[in-house]
Structure formats: structure tokens, C-alpha cells
């Protein structure tokens, strides 16, 4: 299973909001999607990315269950593979220490980390 994420950053001229968008799939098919605007506001593109992917990551329980439930295949025990094109987002990710700027998102950041280990 992978998870393609991906940020559209102030996409709403009203309220500058960004907008949140994830794919997951299985054998090359979409097993679960979603398209949303932010709910907090991004202060840059690489916050945009990162809350796409920390949001991906929430969903990744419902879509082991949904796809174990289904019977496909066995139970996933491998972590499911995300994928982010933003290297900002993916450094404040993989490092061990909290970062200057993501301070006001540090939960997200903490969680997003838990689950990668």
C-alpha cells in the first residue's frame, strides 16, 4: 500500500486557507482519497505539505482495517509507504529534534514522526 500527498498552498483567495490532497492505493487502484481545505492556516508551502501528510497519516488506521476487511489480502503488517513532494516537509519529518518554525504545530510533527518510526 502507498499514500501519494500533496498541498495546494493558500489556494482559497478568501481566506487563505490550503487545500489537503491524498491518494492511497493498493495493486495500482485507489482505495481511498480525499480533497479538503486545510482547517488551521498554513504559514508556508512546506506547513501546506506536511499537514497533508499528517492528515494521510490519521487515515492510514481506517485504511488497514478497510483493506484487511476486504479480504484482498492478508493483514498489513508492512508500514504503509507516504510519499511527499515537498523536501522541507520531509526533513521536518525525519529529524529527531523539533524545528524553529514547526513549534506551533509540534503535535502534528511528534505524531507524523511516531508513526514513520
Known amino acids: 500500500v502507498s499514500c ?10 478568501d481566506d487563505l486557507k490550503s ?7 493498493l495493486n495500482g487502484g ?3 482519497w480525499k480533497s479538503t481545505k486545510q482547517r488551521i492556516f498554513a504559514t508556508s508551502s512546506v506547513e501546506a505539505e506536511y499537514i497533508a501528510t499528517y492528515d ?13 476487511g476486504l479480504g484482498v489480502v492478508p493483514i498489513i503488517k508492512e508500514p ?11 526533513t521536518i519529518a525525519n529529524e529527531s529534534g ?11 510533527v511528534h505524531y ?4 514513520i518510526e
Open 4 to 13: 501519494y500527498t500533496d498541498a495546494g498552498y493558500l489556494t482559497d483567495a
Open 30 to 32: 485507489a482505495v481511498d
Open 98 to 108: 523539533s524545528t524553529k518554525d514547526a513549534r506551533h504545530f509540534r503535535v502534528k
Open 80 to 90: 504503509i509507504n507516504m510519499y511527499c513532494d515537498n523536501t522541507g516537509a520531509i
Open 56 to 68: 494521510a497519516s490519521k487515515e492510514d488506521v481506517w485504511v488497514r482495517k478497510f483493506i484487511s
Open 112 to 115: 507524523l514522526r511516531e508513526v
Open 19 to 25: 487545500q489537503t490532497r491524498y491518494v492511497f492505493v
